[in-house]
């Protein structure tokens, strides 16, 4: 009971720290591209960049985590993290800045996968739950900062300060996680890791994210992104057959017979895919359309942050002694009308309303994550959970991922990507009022089919047994015997 209170207060400095830089450039994309002269293909990798790189290491980190241990791995991340952080602040053109920020992106994975993983190790199954949603809290606590000290450093500092916040922080939570985390995991000894498949599965999801990303933002022609996705195909394919013949896969497919795991990560993956770019479009949408400053775009934006704060711990506490079922699929059914709420918005929709309407996504996807996270973590066996929790993180990060780039799509639908690229790029909120109109309505549209996706991850939430509480884990376990 102690040591559990122990691996939370060391999480918990992980991820407020990822927590505060997932929310730090989102006021502050404007400033940071005008400051270094990037356009907004440029811009976009700012972001884009971060997440690519911190995605297709998961995998990887997930098995290494399983093999040589979880602190090991987890205290490296605190010192990659660091220094991207440090790197990225003194960058002097765009391309810096795009390296730099992979390189935090990787330093976030190594905490990301590891923080649930050092959670699950410490924590008995009745309080999974709500050690789950504590953590969950402590990452929203971040965003909720980083959305605040965002727009309050750009008014008063140069943008680097932006990612100075992260190196004391840094420092300090490496060395807590260096004097107080132990290894208490069952790792796999005598296990090999595997690098061909761990290549293949990267290649596979690179090709994937690349054709993604430059389909959306116009980056290559039609042909580059028809060649990057039939390569990601092929490659995926001769990875399933491969890991299939070897004694130790990067990926054990078994998982996938879980229907509590399988379904909780496509529930996440969909969800993810839903409201991933939201917050950015509601950035923009109170910045360029309502005119804003970043400061001001930053504090609008909390409400969504505070109803998590307030649904997440409850959801999860409560998700231990009833199942996490109800609570998985009724936060899905309260984001999907969020969205669709969202979908009515135009130029001239008052703030009180998206009040309203940010709250309830924030109250749904409170009520979602805790539950389903610990439904997903608690189905797989002991010693795979560090790849089980780098699988559920993999599908979160894709989905974000697309989330950005199915916005972009369905917006370029209904207005000029010369409009969306000069509203990405700008640092005013100077467009004319015929642009923000056509820009409100393209947003509309977009949280329509938003709205859409999410309630589609109602379907694998809804194969899951009745009683969602997995008191068949000895069974599970023997499953792997």
């Known amino acids: 009971m102690q040591y559990r209170w122990t691996v939370l207060t060391v999480t918990t400095v992980g991820v407020l720290m990822s927590g505060i830089d997932s929310r730090i450039l989102i006021v502050g994309l404007p400033t940071v591209a005008a400051a270094l002269g990037a356009d907004a293909e440029e811009a976009i990798w700012f972001t884009q960049s971060y997440v690519l790189a911190s995605t297709i290491v998961l995998l990887l980190i997930g098995r290494l985590t399983d093999i040589v241990g979880r602190v090991k791995i987890y205290n490296i991340g605190f010192v990659i993290f660091t220094i991207g952080s440090a790197l990225t602040s003194i960058s002097a053109s765009p391309l810096q800045v795009i390296i730099f920020r992979s390189v935090q992106g990787l330093g976030s994975a190594f905490l990301f996968t590891n923080s649930v993983a050092l959670i699950a190790d410490a924590t008995s199954r009745k309080e999974l739950g709500l050690s789950l949603g504590i953590n969950q809290v402590a990452f929203r606590f971040g965003a909720m900062a980083g959305l605040t000290l965002s727009g309050a450093i750009l008014s008063i500092i140069d943008w680097r300060a932006l990612f100075y916040i992260n190196i004391p922080v840094g420092i300090f939570g490496t060395y807590w996680a260096h004097k107080r985390l132990k290894e208490i995991a069952q790792t796999e000894k005598g296990s090999h890791f595997d690098l061909v498949g761990f290549i293949l599965f990267t290649f596979s999801l690179l090709g994937l994210l690349l054709a993604l990303t430059f389909d959306a933002y116009g980056f290559t022609e039609l ?138 996504l924030g109250a749904g996807t409170g009520m979602f994550s805790s539950p389903n996270m610990s439904a997903v973590m608690g189905s797989v066996p002991a010693r795979q959970r560090g790849v089980g929790s780098a699988i559920r993180a993999l599908f979160f990060n894709i989905g974000s991922v697309i989330s950005l780039n199915l916005a972009i799509i369905i917006m370029a639908a209904t207005v000029p990507y010369s409009l969306i690229s000069s509203i990405i790029s700008s640092i005013s909120a100077s467009l004319p009022t015929a642009d923000r109109v056509l820009f409100a309505n393209a947003l509309s549209q977009t949280y329509l089919w938003m709205g859409v996706v999410n309630t589609t991850a109602l379907v694998p939430s809804l194969l899951w047994r009745k009683s969602s509480k997995i008191q068949e884990t000895k069974q599970v376990g023997d499953f792997y015997e």
């Open 223 to 360: 042909f580059t992104v028809i060649g990057l996705t039939l390569a990601s195909v092929v490659s995926f394919t001769v990875f399933i057959f491969y890991e299939r013949r070897i004694r130790y896969p990067v990926l054990d497919f078994k998982l996938f017979k879980i229907k509590e795991f399988t379904g909780g990560c496509v529930a996440q993956l969909l969800n993810a895919v839903a409201w991933g770019g939201v917050m950015l479009l509601l950035s923009l949408y109170l910045e360029l359309v309502q005119g804003y400053s970043a400061l001001d775009a930053g504090i609008r934006l909390i409400p969504f942050e505070v109803a998590f704060l307030i649904f997440g711990p409850i959801s999860g506490r409560y998700s231990d002694r009833i199942g996490q079922r109800p609570f998985v699929i009724s936060g899905l059914a309260v984001s999907s009308l969020s969205l669709f709420l969202l979908s009515t918005t135009g130029v001239n929709t008052p703030y009180s309303s998206l009040v309203v309407y940010m709250s309830i």
